[in-house]
């Protein structure tokens, strides 16, 4: 069906409106694996949320996201359209469980954390694992437990978690507190004494209620005192101080805002899209954040069109490696031992060789999703398979001649 509006009649916000309403129809009949119909929808609600909230057009792009081994992230996921992603007791122990597997995994380490529900808060500092693998292995599995325990289909979280980098000295214990605080701001609990007990928080955790080994409650109550019962004791009188400031909107990013006085601020550091997406980026004063993207565009991988070239070779080599065919790799079958092929193509040629997750997907017929899940499983498989990645590597990364066969 085609829907057609005299141009200069028809507000933009009506015919996006329509849009929406006749996209979200058809992709709930075509259920969740029609991804494409899943972006438009994505696509049609920032245009209307670019309508309604004009003034918010300068914040809507967002840059890569900022990591290293040992920095300090807040980290906030929401329901899609601000759904419940908590239902029952079940979910809740669900996704504790899951961060307690990720932690041991990655070496995440968890400093603060709330559930509510629908959506939840995390500070954490990275370990040899970057965040973003930390969370995919941590959301993927509960997306897919979630759907199947209360049978539904399609996405559950937002599209894109946000994190924010943080400086560690002036915003750690401002954001353990502020992050603890939110089940008693939201109430779900009537009072600090409720909240000592209240189980979806690590507030409860750092009292001594609930024990959390994947915590890191030393780290946190060290700071309060050298004994744990004096320690708890100050941290609550901090709490408790914190809950009469009420809400902090300053420890939602935006230090070189404040900084450096402003949008204007910003755009005169000239760093192409960091113009725009640097200040909810990051929390922290202005030479925390000029450090911070320095670095970051030292360490900024570049495309290699080298990387783009070769991978036509890559997919042979995986082949042979794992006795099958380029066929059977690039040719869409569900088999595991296509997937899995897949997953070890997708793993070198973006980590490794530092090719485009659009062009993996492209050559290996597939989106970019599943290149994405791919990486951090086509690792582990090698791992499994006791294969050295720069076996499979050796004379692609400097080719003579960039299609060459090895």
Request: net charge positive; hydrophobic share 40%; aromatic share 6%.
């Amino acid at each position: 069906m085609r829907l057609r509006f005299q141009t200069g009649r028809t507000p933009p916000f009506t015919v996006l409106t329509v849009a929406a309403e006749m996209v979200s129809s058809r992709s709930t009949l075509c259920g969740e694996g029609d991804h494409r119909l899943g972006d438009v929808v994505r696509i049609v609600r920032i245009s209307l949320t670019q309508l309604r909230h004009p003034d918010k057009l300068h914040n809507m792009p967002r840059g890569p996201r900022l990591d290293t081994p040992g920095a300090l992230h807040h980290v906030m996921v929401r329901g899609l359209e601000r759904q419940t992603i908590f239902r029952s007791e079940q979910d809740r122990e669900d996704l504790v469980g899951r961060l307690d597997r990720v932690c041991h995994k990655t070496g995440l380490a968890v400093l603060a954390w709330a559930l509510l529900p629908n959506h939840f808060h995390l500070l954490v500092r990275t370990g040899p694992r970057s965040l973003a693998t930390a969370m995919r292995r941590l959301l993927t599995g509960y997306a897919v437990n979630f759907n199947r325990r209360h049978r539904r289909v399609g996405h559950l979280f937002q599209y894109r978690y946000k994190s924010i980098l943080v400086e560690e000295d002036p915003y750690l214990f401002e954001l353990v507190r502020y992050i603890h605080l939110n089940p008693l701001r939201v109430r779900l609990v009537s009072d600090l004494a409720a909240l000592d007990r209240y189980p979806w928080t690590g507030h409860s955790a750092l009292m001594g209620r609930m024990p959390r080994p994947w915590q890191a409650v030393d780290e946190v109550l060290s700071h309060f005192g050298s004994r744990d019962q004096s320690a708890r004791r100050v941290y609550r009188t901090f709490v408790s101080d914190g809950f009469r400031q009420g809400r902090r909107p300053e420890l939602q990013g935006g230090g070189l805002r404040r900084s450096l006085g402003g949008w204007e601020g910003v755009a005169a550091l000239r760093r192409g899209r960091e113009r725009w997406a640097a200040d909810e980026r990051i929390l922290g004063g202005s030479d925390f954040v000029e450090r911070v993207l320095h670095e970051a565009a030292k360490t900024a991988s570049p495309v290699r069109p080298a990387a783009i070239a070769i991978l036509p070779a890559l997919v042979e080599r995986v082949a042979r490696a794992l006795a099958m065919t380029a066929d059977e790799i690039i040719g869409g079958s569900k088999r595991r031992p296509a997937v899995a092929a897949r997953s070890v193509v997708s793993a070198l040629a973006v980590r490794e060789l530092g090719a485009p997750v659009v062009t993996v997907a492209r050559a290996l017929g597939v989106s970019s999703q599943s290149v994405v899940a791919g990486v951090e499983k086509g690792l582990e498989a090698l791992e499994t398979r006791h294969v050295k990645p720069a076996a499979l590597l050796a004379g692609l990364r400097n080719p003579k001649k960039p299609n060459n066969v090895p």
